[in-house]
């Protein structure tokens, strides 16, 4: 291990703690116009795997002409994880991309050293009410990756690994699990599944991950005797062998993990670095607000306004 994400230093191991290192009950966090569950990063635990951020949005309810309108807004050092369950989210970038995201699809966008994008809902979606829910991430970039070029790549659901069986559906969403492949490449090694399970339905995890966790969307799951309802992260001692059993209604289930980075990041805002100086030379440049020659550009198509700099 190159480095234990815990990031309290007298965490017990060995038979002193169960198969649950730790559990993480999300914290709300208000967006604005939207209102998200945010498990990590925790008191206890920074990341999981390269996993740095974890937010649950929804499920929500929107009235005709209302919706998410998140304006410009910079990142770094990260990539960021659009996955949703119900609704329709619009993203533009720096790069030009304009990409819709549906159900079962995911969108990955790489900042390394700088991007900005927008996610709104506009168009024939305002025209009428309609449903939100999903899963967005932030994952943190290998120390070699943080100043490498921009990137997005979208991933319809039908590109997406399925398996079935035994009451279980298992869509691979990035990374490697159960002897499949996600399409679309990451700067680290990892996993990131949608696990819909059946009543009673019993679920190994992966076992060939340093790093492993597992977030509870909607129903419950009993694993080593203990049970856990929705709105719950567990996250697993690296090399236990583990298995979770839907509740009477089933389940649906997050489990994401891979290897541990090279040490702690930074967080601030948007930005996510392995040093302070990389955060303070972004902050300086979205100040700046040089579009034409500085560190960042605002989307094509979508360049009218932008978020400010925040005074924290």
Known sequence: MSWNPALDPDCPTGDVVDAIETLIVPRARDLGDFEVRRALPAPKR??????????QMGPAEFITGQGVDIRQHPHIGLATVTYLFDGRFHHRD??????????GAVN???AGHGITHSERIDGEMLRQPYRLSGIQTWLALPEGAED??????????ERLP???????????????AYGERAPVPTASEMFYLDAMLAPGARLPLPDDHEDRGAYVFSGEVAIAGERFGAGRMMVFRPGDRVSMTAGAQGARVMLLGGATLEGPRYIWWNFVASSRERIEAAKEAWREGDWAHGGFQLPPTDNA????LPDR
């Open 94 to 103: 720096s790069l030009g991309t304009d990409q819709w995201i549906e159900p």
């Open 305 to 308: 306004e932008f978020i400010p």
């Open 162 to 176: 399925m398996l079935e069986g035994e009451g279980k559906r298992l869509r691979l969403i990035l990374g490697t």
């Open 46 to 55: 920074q990341m999981v795997g390269p996993f740095i951020f974890f937010d």
């Open 108 to 110: 990955l966008m790489t």
């Open 148 to 157: 490498g070029q921009p990137a997005f790549v979208h991933a319809g659901k």
